[in-house]
């Protein structure tokens, strides 16, 4: 082993990533070299504040963004350049991922609840579903109410469809009351005791008779 402090390249490091404010995919950093291969693989060089940058063409579709991203990157790690590629922008990437995970926890819930043998667990469920702050329940009812929220700024849909927009209210009110239902429900069951599991029953053991005292003769 050689003594002495790495070398790190960190000219020579690119990243591949969205713009959040314009859409853009944009490419920074790398060498002449990865300038050339990103161009070849779609990508336009563009002027900026801190020097030339590569970016896709405007008017691209979302899907048609990642597959030129995730392509270019491609090229550009056999070439043997440094690339970081945004999860985000990777076409090769499993889809909907996070749907299925969030699918797979709420399966996951129904079979605990389903198990339970004992109050404690079936609070331990509860707090999953209405817990005030990353409680499911909760979560839904934020994304309702943002979603209210962004018709209510509309004034055409609201002008034309107020009935819709105001039901959508609504219902952010009786997710609120329903999660207070069930976290009411869950302390309930929290300061309950321990009830036994199906299947057994409690049992006294049973006192042996003393055997009889020897009678003297």
């Known amino acids: 082993m050689k003594n002495g402090e790495p070398y790190f390249w960190v000219l020579e490091y690119l990243t591949v990533t969205k713009d ?4 853009l995919v944009v490419a920074i950093g790398g060498t002449e070299q990865a300038a050339d291969t990103l161009q070849r693989t779609g ?8 020097g030339d940058y590569h970016r896709l063409p405007h008017g691209l579709a979302t899907e048609e963004q990642r597959l030129k991203a995730t392509a270019a990157s491609h090229v550009l790690l056999a070439a043997g350049h440094s690339v970081h590629l945004d999860p985000a922008l990777n076409a090769l990437a499993t889809p909907d991922r996070d749907r299925e995970a969030a699918l797979r926890h709420l399966a996951q819930l129904v079979e605990r609840a389903s198990d339970a043998t004992s109050s404690r667990e079936v609070a331990e469920v509860l707090t999953a579903v209405a817990a005030p702050t990353m409680g499911l329940l909760t979560l839904v009812r934020e994304v309702v109410l943002t979603a209210w929220t962004a018709l209510a700024a509309d004034t055409d849909t609201l002008r034309a469809e107020p009935e819709p927009v105001a039901q959508l209210a609504d219902s952010t009110e009786v997710l609120l009351r329903t999660a207070h239902r069930i976290l009411l429900a869950r302390n309930h069951l929290a300061r309950t005791p321990e009830r036994t599991a199906p299947g057994t029953t409690a049992t006294t053991p049973v006192e042996q008779p003393s055997a009889p005292a020897a009678r003297r003769r």
């Open 20 to 23: 959040p404010r314009t859409g």
């Open 43 to 50: 990508f336009v060089n563009h002027p900026g504040p801190r």
